[in-house]
């Protein structure tokens, strides 16, 4: 008897189910506005320099107006508008002259913006960008803090796993809640930007485990047939807290007021989250029968399943996991992904495949200010797009198989990235459209590989791959962000980046990776080996059907 049947007799679909999926559906709607609140906490307002004469009204003439009085302190920039990074040394009275020109002021005639910015407050009461000057020369400091983050994500990511397979689900759980809760909150305090950093690096710590934890212990205590159902729920509710972000953006428009309102939850969430059961599984793999034996029978109390309270027993618990107990002492290591052939190339081009979705998606969705002037409801429309593509996957899975789902759609979003290079800024509409289908695409391949995953790897290896991919994709994570530095130098290296990248990969992921559709999950390399064999025996047979019927 498989824990699977131990499960089914607790209660395998009842109300305990429905309220663990309920309590972890909270951290998962809040998980993502932590990724992405940089969207708006870090927005950048139109700014110019502070200059004497337009902002000292002690200084500035009372017969001149304010657009004349930017006129002779504020060269032109760029797009003719007031330069944002330069001023001039002393006012320009000569352009008020109709009849002045550019070449009445000269490069030599301006300077930096020595004295600080004005911002604009119209959209944003205040931003990290305003707080600190996270401009011109500084604005660098931007996209470096959101790979500071990712880092705090990657790191975490490793930790939690290792943490949580030696102290427990449970514990770690809510420890990170609390972590994330008073790091959050604490960065409204934060008196300059490396404060702010250090401790967004700390939240990003816990939102890892979290992300980690909250989907096992729901695929540890749901049955097989149900599983597929429970984290498809789960995965939506990150889509639902995409839009949650835009709306709470929306109406809550200073950063400090915003970060505080996505940070307090997790304290309730915290508390909320001691009702819930250790993984039973987790507890007789190590070695701890009692436990689990109390936590089965408080699970099938709850389902209303009374007569298992007296059957469940220690000794039926170990003689049902003896096969279970005994693998899990044989624990293999990470080299195996690449010391073992069948699972050299998979490891490898997973890692690409991994690390290629992680930087363009980052890439994508922490630049909402490059790609629409409304970032608020570009937000909203991106989570509607990625709840749509996450409930259509199952359908296009079982239409095109895993490996088409996901290498096409991936290709699609690399191009509508590149596409986005060619769409004048002036065309909104269509530049969003393009940043729109994107997403989508992207929502359908990230859905894609975490069903992927799992079925091209063996049981004794599969939680050592899954965390090594979680890496190689939060490495990507990193990287995104550190791209964008490159814009003033080279414009077009980070959307080319963005484009090609994910491409590449999944001409990589056709030429070297199966097709796993209708193929049971394996438990060992053998396993893995009689797949590959009879692959290429079907491969074979249909190529001697194709050349009998030349003819």
């Keep these: 008897m498989a824990f699977a049947e131990l499960l089914e007799r607790a209660g395998g679909g009842g109300l305990f189910q429905a309220l663990q999926v309920f309590t972890l559906l909270l951290p998962s709607i809040l998980v993502p506005p932590q990724l992405l609140m940089e969207n708006f906490s870090a927005a950048i307002p139109g700014h110019r320099c502070w200059a004497h004469v337009l902002d000292n009204s002690s200084e500035a003439p009372a017969n001149l107006t304010s657009e004349a009085l930017l006129t002779i302190s504020i060269p032109p920039g760029p797009n003719h508008e007031p330069h944002q990074c330069l001023r001039f040394r002393q006012p320009q009275w000569q352009l008020l002259d109709p009849n002045a020109t550019a070449t009445n002021w000269s490069e030599a005639a301006t300077e930096p913006c020595v004295d600080g910015w004005v911002y604009d407050h119209s959209t944003f009461t205040s931003t990290i960008v305003s707080e600190w000057d996270l401009v011109c020369e500084y604005q660098g400091l931007k996209p470096m803090g959101q790979s500071i983050y990712m880092a705090g994500v990657l790191m975490g990511s490793v930790f939690w796993g290792l943490l949580s397979d030696r102290f427990g689900r449970k514990p770690v759980l809510s420890w990170c809640c609390l972590q994330v809760a008073l790091a959050n909150t604490s960065t409204i305090f934060a008196s300059n930007f490396l404060i702010y950093c250090g401790l967004r690096f700390l939240s990003a710590f816990g939102v890892a485990g979290i992300i980690m934890i909250s989907v096992t212990l729901v695929a540890e205590w749901t049955t097989t047939r149900r599983r597929a159902v429970t984290i498809t729920i789960v995965g939506c509710s990150y889509s639902l807290g995409q839009m949650t972000l835009g709306a709470m953006a929306f109406v809550l428009r200073d950063w400090r007021a915003l970060q505080l309102a996505m940070s307090t939850p997790f304290f309730a969430i915290f508390l909320i989250s001691w009702w819930l059961p250790e993984s039973a599984r987790w507890l007789i793999i190590m070695g701890k029968p009692e436990q689990a034996l109390r936590e089965l029978k408080k699970v099938s109390r709850i389902n209303g399943h009374k007569e298992a309270t007296k059957s469940l027993t220690v000794e039926v618990l170990m003689t049902s996991m003896e096969e279970e107990v005994a693998s899990s002492k044989a624990r293999k290591s990470v080299l195996d992904l690449f010391l073992v052939p069948v699972l050299r190339w998979r490891s490898c081009s997973m890692f690409l495949v991994s690390f290629s979705q992680m930087i363009s998606y980052y890439g994508l969705v922490l630049d909402l200010q490059n790609l629409g002037s409304d970032i608020f ?175």
Aim: with cysteine.
């Design 377 to 551: 409801l570009l937000q909203v429309l991106f989570g509607a797009v990625d709840l749509l593509a996450r409930a259509t996957t199952t359908f296009l899975l079982s239409f095109l198989g895993r490996r088409m789902t996901l290498a096409s759609f991936q290709t699609i979003a690399g191009l509508s990235i590149l596409a986005n290079i060619l769409v004048p800024q002036d065309l909104q509409t269509l530049r969003v459209a393009f940043a729109v289908l994107g997403k989508g695409c992207f929502g359908i391949s990230l859905t894609s590989i975490s069903v992927y995953k799992p079925e091209l790897y063996p049981t004794v290896l599969r939680m050592t791959a899954d965390g090594f991919l979680q890496s190689a994709g939060r490495l990507g994570a990193v990287l995104g962000p550190l791209i964008r530095l490159t814009r003033q130098a080279l414009p077009l290296l980070a959307p080319i980046s963005y484009g090609v990248i994910p491409i590449v990969s999944s001409l990589i992921l056709l030429l070297f990776l199966p097709e796993t559709q209708g193929l049971p999950l394996p438990d060992t390399i053998q396993d893995l080996e009689s797949q590959k064999s009879a692959a290429a025996r079907g491969k074979h047979q249909e190529v001697i059907i194709t050349e009998s019927t030349w003819f």
